[in-house]
């Protein structure tokens, strides 16, 4: 089983961002599947995740900008802008 993970924001400079999961048979589906969402206004990117059963997964394809973190919490994977650092 394959997921897609699509992600953005409506605002610049955003805190969050909205995240949307879809299930995939094939890895090739979910990629066609993220590509043809590239487009859409407010998406950044997208991330195909295979998993393993219900705790091993792995990314096969993303497209995620360098500032964006992924990982797995209450059965749903989040992508989210990664914590900055602050030095004082």
Known sequence: MFTLITFGSTQQLAQS?????????TQRSAERAGLSCMPIAGTFGFVVVKEFGETSWVVVDDMMPPNATLWFQDGEFHVQPAPQLVLV
Do not use: V
Not at 17 to 25: E, F, L, M, S, V
């Open 17 to 25: 961002w909205w995240n949307a999961q879809t299930k995939h048979d």
